[in-house]
């Protein structure tokens, strides 16, 4: 085992598999193990714990371990005091934020928050929904829900505080929104004492560092071309590139190779206009990580 070891939370249950296909493709191969709470790590300088990303801030903020993946919303749920080294725009379906919405069933007569007023309100999220409500200045029963909240209105609950994604969910539950209570996305964060911790810093922003090239670099690719020098102006007008494509010389001075990113959505479409233009030899390949 290495000398220093940095304590890594990585989420279990809904986020656990793209967590760790985002570490894979950043360069951090883990594994899991059925009769395990330890995932492997190629890294010797990294030792991982399975922890739900409800819990995860507690411990992190505690110091038990020295970095966590969790959720936005766990942070402001539990009021722990962590420090947030980078965002990490992905979820278990997509790159969008998840929603905490106030829910009511389709016939209920609720049309806003002050209609709640001494309601009944199911949620995970207690801290969340009763600091939502007292910004309304709206006084309500608020319980946890230990799951299958969807399914508690009307009889169990006149509302809920309910997490989604893309709404499929609440729809097949015949429930509406009233509001959002919070928009959250996937955070890295440390223990104020990793925070300040020189070795444990450094690392912190090195995992950071390449965790947010992946993301960067989803849905992006590489296209490489010659051109002759005569018509490049032509064929970089067609470029949409993050910034000015790089032109290199080539043996022949009469011609240019010219190299780009750019969103794989738009290739099918943009190579014929390159090769009209005059590109010829048009390459794509895959790209994994951008740093800028």
Known sequence: MADRVLKLGIPAGSLQEATAELFRKAGYNITFSSRSYYPQVDDPEIECLLIRAQEMARYVE?????????GHDWVCETGAKVTEICELQFSKVSRRPVRWVL??????PVQSVKDLQGKRIATEVVGLTRDYLAKHGVTAEIEFSWGATEVKPPQLADAIVEVTETGSSLRANNLRIVSEVLQSTTRFIASPHAARDPWKREKLDNIALMLKSCLAAEGKVGLLMNVRRDQLQEVVKQLPALQNPTVSSLSDPEWVAV???LDESVVRAMMPRLKMAGATGIVEYPISKIIE
Not at 62 to 70: E, H, N, S, V, Y
Not at 103 to 108: E, G, K, T, W
């Open 103 to 108: 829910c009511v069933p389709n016939d209920s």
């Open 62 to 70: 505690k110091g038990i371990l020295d970095a966590g993946i969790t």
């Open 259 to 261: 190299n780009t990113i």
